[in-house]
């Protein structure tokens, strides 16, 4: 396989422009996708605001900040991806959306180009069955934010090869990430672990054992974690964690994992989080 020159990125939202923006800064050409130019527009704003920000800390240079930008093309048609070496899908957290997003990319991506998917929590290997290259399909879920987070696990479907494997592994390390080896269950390690502690979060506030600001601060002052599981469901998005737990519960069958019913009744409000200005907290 020759070497990777060009990353495609399916989904220009948070995730998505966040790898983008690690990948140009590593000196790579992006092809960054979405269905409407407006999402690419808003896209391309949060990556220069976040470039100023690695300029102002003088991370990187203003000439630097013009060649990372120069570097990210973007588009509203999926055809572009059959000339990326490596493509990386971020798109909704959902079976079905991200099933038909390799669908078309198994079609439109060169033989032998390795499709990654940023899920969270979804099976790998269901999501490679549907295509023509299972062994080619392979899990990169990046932290938010992407540009500061250094963690990625690189998830191994049930058909992934070594090759696949080791490839996804050399590109994450050359966005200047640390890969992490991981198996493919529902939820991964990062959200099997962490996901059920912001659930019993939200049951602590619902059985009113204590505030979300006594909750948040229990946990940071006596954990020593840097931000309190509400204060962080609400920067991941309530409606994914919702998605995740959903994913937990079904994929292992086991009562642990039911969502909270005060998550299910803020999602169906509305209520967010930082997304929608209100969550455990208002923004």
């Known amino acids: 396989m020759k070497a990777i020159q060009t990353v495609g990125v399916i989904g220009s939202g948070t995730m998505g422009n966040g790898i983008a923006h690690v990948a140009a800064r590593a000196g790579l050409k992006v092809i960054l996708h979405d269905l409407e130019q407006r999402f690419l527009d808003r896209s391309i704003q949060t990556i220069e605001k976040n470039v100023d920000r690695e300029v102002a800390k003088s991370k990187i240079s203003t000439a630097d900040k013009s060649a990372l930008l120069s570097r990210i093309t973007v588009t509203t048609h999926n055809a572009a991806m059959a000339e990326a070496d490596f493509v990386i899908e971020a798109v909704v957290e959902d079976l079905e959306t991200k099933s038909n997003v390799f669908e078309a990319m198994d079609a439109i991506a060169r033989p032998g180009v390795i499709l990654a998917s ?12 549907k295509t023509k290259r299972p062994d080619k399909i392979i899990g990169m879920h990046f932290m938010n934010p992407v540009p500061v987070m250094a963690l990625v696990e690189v998830v191994r479907g049930l058909a992934t090869s070594d090759e696949t494997f080791h490839t996804t592994k050399t590109l994450a390390e050359s966005l200047g990430k640390t890969p992490v080896e991981i198996n493919d269950f529902p939820g991964f390690v990062s959200n099997r672990v962490l996901m ?3 659930n019993e979060a939200m049951y602590c506030v619902m059985e009113g054992v204590g505030t979300a600001e006594a909750i948040d601060s229990v946990m940071k002052l006596g954990m020593n974690h840097p931000m309190g599981p509400l204060t962080l469901a609400d920067l991941i998005g309530l409606d994914v964690c919702l998605d995740i737990m959903e994913v937990l519960h079904t994929g ?3 009562s642990k994992y039911r969502p909270c019913p005060l998550l299910r009744k803020m999602v169906d409000a509305g209520h967010l989080g ?3 200005g209100q969550g455990f907290y208002r923004y």
């Open 118 to 129: 940023n899920t969270s929590s979804i099976s790998i290997t269901k999501i490679a069955s």
């Open 196 to 198: 059920p502690m912001i």
């Open 274 to 276: 930082r997304k929608t």
């Open 252 to 254: 292992f069958g086991d």
